[in-house]
């Protein structure tokens, strides 16, 4: 009844993976940092590529792409914008009351305090000359200061809604020049040597919330509302091209290193990859939450996205080597090639070879497995519940491992207060053992410079008990090394006075032709 049906000449297809997906399948995560507050800016540096400053909460923090190490500048208020001058020299914040605070590359205090608005520092911008900073306010002004002096160099007041972004074009000698975006539905184009600085005004059609100019040429592009726009700077009437992938806001842009490509994101958690020769979408990458700021390196190595959950993801590109450089062999083909060759020799020759026993792998703990897999966090909240009560050389050399891989600052913001508590009372403890005292106080200090703001450690009753008991141990200790200290002067100025007698009337014993005392 039924007709077979010829089908070895159908082919089964197969969905060929394109250059650019492979391109930016190599961008990995190695980590996955977790904040306090959401991110508000990302600035990667411009001479290299392992750090990128970010600004959330009232703080700006370094943070390290390959391990996530920190370091925090503290400011009074929630800190809004940040950016970083082209030669790394000094970076700068601006705050929702008003302030910008520049800051050396290694100085914890800022080189100047500037009083800019009177509202929101919503964006700004080191100029290419290195000398000048502009910023944008929802105040309604953008202003050009002088960085040795703070004083005001330009202002334009003429905006009818908050100035929310700002770029500078990159790698020109033209330092005027710079573009301003605001609600108003508009970006300016400014040259503050003009009788009239404003050069032009390009209608968006939408709120702008981010700007992007292009060093090679005068385009720049404008995201706001669902689209990003491409415009010339000499033909503003139209743009040249509206690209409109997102779902919902576009809320930055960033280029490649060669500005071959084009990046926006928005909190559609989407970042969109375009052509700028076409302007074509060619790739998407997806996120787990909505997309606030986002930046990449110049050597185009890392990715790091902040978004509204509280946390960064930092992606690092790791190239994909040819099959041919280097082809996996699995443990079953390796083991049919050895049994293949021994049943190929003559049986005299497979008696004299010798029977080899191998020794087996030591058991390893749900600790050690956990720190093999790089889960640094759940392996300390294992060890706490294991191994603190058995064995406090084991705890203390996980947190050594800890400092070697320079990841304690983001295991300890991982434990929750429960693990907390369990490690200030293994520290109390063993805090006064001498070998393990500089760790055990440096890890003291960082669990309070990262839970001091928490209400809920502060008021804690196990860890004021511990804070008070390790205090006073610390006093004892010291009091100890200062009698000590007031001994060893005292046995010093003893043995002084002993060598100081017997210079001058030495006993007989010591007259000897193995031991004489030269006058």
Avoid at 60 to 73: H, M, V
Avoid at 219 to 248: Q, T
Avoid at 351 to 372: F, G, S
Avoid at 460 to 483: F, T
Wanted: glycine letters at 4%.
């Amino acid at each position: 009844m039924f007709k077979r049906v010829n089908t070895d000449f159908i082919a089964t297809p197969v969905d060929e993976i394109s250059d650019e997906c492979r391109f930016w399948n190599q961008y990995r995560h190695p980590l996955n940092l977790k904040l306090l507050s959401r991110v508000q800016s990302i600035k990667f540096k411009n001479l290299t590529s392992h750090s990128f400053l970010c600004a959330n909460s009232n703080k700006l923090e370094y943070f390290e792409s390959r391990n996530g190490q920190t370091t925090a500048f503290g400011f009074q208020e929630k800190v809004i914008c940040c950016d970083i001058r082209k030669d790394d020299a000094m970076f700068s914040g601006g705050d929702d009351k008003g302030f910008i605070r520049v800051f050396g590359a290694n100085q914890k205090k800022p080189l100047r305090k500037i009083k800019a608005h009177d509202l929101v520092v919503n964006d700004m911008k080191f100029t290419q000359n290195k000398i000048s900073l502009i910023s944008c306010s929802t105040d309604l002004k953008a202003k050009v200061f002088d960085i040795a002096t703070g004083a005001v160099t330009f202002t334009y007041e003429g905006f009818k809604d908050k100035a929310t972004c700002l770029d500078v074009k990159r790698n020109s000698i033209d330092y005027t020049s710079f573009i301003c975006g605001s609600y108003e539905k508009s970006v300016r184009i400014f040259d503050t040597r003009a009788d009239n600085p404003v050069v032009a005004t390009i209608d968006h059609k939408d709120a702008v919330d981010t700007v992007k100019t292009f060093a090679n040429g005068t385009l720049f592009a404008s995201g706001g509302g669902r689209v990003v726009s491409i415009w010339d700077m000499r033909k503003s009437s139209e743009p040249l091209k509206v690209l409109a992938e997102h779902h919902k806001h576009v809320m930055d842009l960033a280029l490649n290193s060669d500005e071959t490509r084009l990046l926006s994101a928005g909190i559609d958690r989407l970042i969109k990859i375009y052509d700028t020769e076409s302007f074509q979408c060619v790739h998407t990458l997806t996120y787990p939450a909505p997309i606030l700021a986002f930046d990449l390196s110049n050597d185009d190595k890392f990715l790091a996205v902040g978004m509204s959950d509280e946390s960064i993801s930092v992606k690092f590109k790791v190239e994909q080597k040819s099959k041919d450089s280097h082809e996996k062999v699995s443990h079953s083909q390796r083991k049919r090639k050895i049994m293949d060759s021994l049943a190929s020799e003559s049986e005299d020759v497979r008696l004299a070879v010798p029977h080899i026993q191998h020794e087996k792998r030591p058991h390893l703990t749900k600790t050690e497995k956990l720190l093999k897999s790089f889960d640094h966090t759940g392996a300390l909240k294992k060890a706490l519940e294991t191994e603190c009560s058995q064995n406090n050389e084991t705890l203390f050399s996980i947190l050594f491992e800890f400092e070697r891989r320079c990841v304690l600052d983001t295991v300890l913001k991982g434990l929750d207060l429960r693990d907390t508590v369990k490690l200030m009372r293994y520290i109390h403890e063993s805090l006064c053992n001498p070998p393990m005292l500089q760790l055990l106080t440096s890890t003291y200090g960082k669990m309070l410079v990262l839970h001091g703001n928490n209400k809920d450690f502060v008021t804690h009753p196990e860890i004021n008990k511990y804070l008070k008991g390790s205090l006073q141990k610390v006093k004892n200790r010291l009091k100890a090394s200062d009698e000590m200290i007031s001994f060893a002067s005292q046995f010093e100025m003893l043995e002084s006075a002993m060598c100081n007698h017997y210079k001058d009337y030495a006993p007989k014993c010591l007259f000897s032709e193995n031991n004489k005392i030269e006058n």
